[in-house]
């Protein structure tokens, strides 16, 4: 039986090094519809996606982390992911989105790579607050990761069937 959608997820690893190349507005678009499509706590679509392109401003959004901020620099696309902190859901809310974004990439073959900001510190605040004034945010959201985004500068393999630890998985029949 053909799994389509395990290989995709096979082959969808963490890439944190990026060509200079401009991705198509295009596919970031469709990446972003993908996303859109994500399922959310009683559908109350709680989740917001900013998409930035400008390199000074993802250096910005960078530093805002001060362990692993890094990671963005190189990418040519940073979405940063954020949820209206009013749902009681908003991290499984937010989550779900980043994933179905992760797979999205993969499909085109665009790197990804996804970098936490929740609970994490910027140089004077907390990593969401200063991203969240770097883009003019309100305080009704916040941010949950960040998803990198570029034309692979890195090959990883991609997971067999080998790699699977069936170990992790209870059948009650």
Not at 3 to 29: G, M, P, V, W
Not at 67 to 91: K, L
Request: charged content about 30%.
């Amino acid at each position: 039986m053909k799994n389509e959608l395990f290989e995709l997820t096979r082959r969808r690893r963490a890439i944190r090094r990026y060509h200079s190349t401009r991705i198509a507005d295009s596919i970031i678009d469709e990446i972003i519809k993908v996303g859109l499509t994500a399922p959310t706590a009683f559908g109350k679509k709680t989740v917001k996606f900013i998409a930035v392109r400008d390199k000074e401003t993802i250096l910005k959004i960078g530093v805002c982390k001060t362990n692993g901020g890094s990671q963005i620099n190189g990418a040519d696309t940073v979405i940063v992911v954020m949820v209206n902190n009013s749902s009681e859901f908003w991290i499984e809310d937010g989550t779900i989105a980043s994933s179905y974004l992760w797979l999205a990439a993969e499909q085109f073959n665009v790197g990804a790579c996804w970098v936490h900001i929740r609970n994490r510190m910027g140089k004077i605040k907390t990593s969401d607050e200063e991203i969240r004034e770097l883009l003019n945010v309100s305080d009704d959201y916040t941010v949950l990761n960040l998803m990198a985004l570029g034309e692979k500068a890195e090959i990883k393999k991609p997971y067999t069937e080998n790699n699977l630890d069936y170990s992790r998985v209870t059948k009650i029949l």
